[in-house]
């Protein structure tokens, strides 16, 4: 196998680590109409905007926690450095998802809007604490030394 730029023999996988990386790109500037706000920390990980509430992820979506509290709710998934991961409830008034993004833009933060699914930070978070034992395993025991049925390798 003729070794490339990209590939086993060239020793840097798949996914060319010299190439220059791309800027996180936020969404775009929410419009300066919803000052002055109400802003009032309800708790830790609660703050109340006006009628909206911003909510860090406890593994529950935006959605649900909106029909729960009978309020609009937008979910803070991460928060890292100057980058916040959010997730609005799909029966939010489009003025409150909006006003949230405007708050945390004002903080100087550059906001990214995924998806509103179950778990969100929880669930990568449960998953790297499983990946680590298992990688640990692997490393101590390499598939060499073991049998594995030929079922559970389908």
């Not at 009628?51 to 009978?70: F, H, K, N, P, W």
């Not at 959010?86 to 998802?97: E, F, G, K, L, Y």
């Not at 995924?114 to 499983?130: E, F, H, K, N, S």
């Amino acid at each position: 196998m003729i070794g490339g730029r990209l590939g086993k023999k060239s020793g840097l996988g798949v996914y060319d680590w010299r190439a220059e990386r791309e800027a996180v790109v936020g969404l775009e500037a929410v419009s300066d109409s919803f000052s002055p706000m109400k802003v009032e920390k309800k708790s830790d990980g609660v703050t109340e905007i006006d009628d909206v509430l911003l909510i860090e992820t406890q593994g529950e979506t935006a959605q649900a926690l909106a029909i729960r509290l009978a309020r609009p709710v937008v979910v803070i998934d991460k928060m890292a450095g100057k980058v916040v991961t959010i997730a609005a409830a799909a029966v939010n008034p489009d003025s409150a998802t909006r006003k949230a993004i405007y708050y945390l833009q004002q903080q100087g933060k550059t906001v990214l809007q995924i998806a509103d699914y179950p778990g969100m930070l929880i669930w990568r978070t449960v998953a790297m604490i499983i990946m680590k034992p298992l990688m640990r395993f692997k490393k101590a025991w390499p598939l060499n030394r073991i049998s594995i049925p030929p079922c559970v390798l389908g």
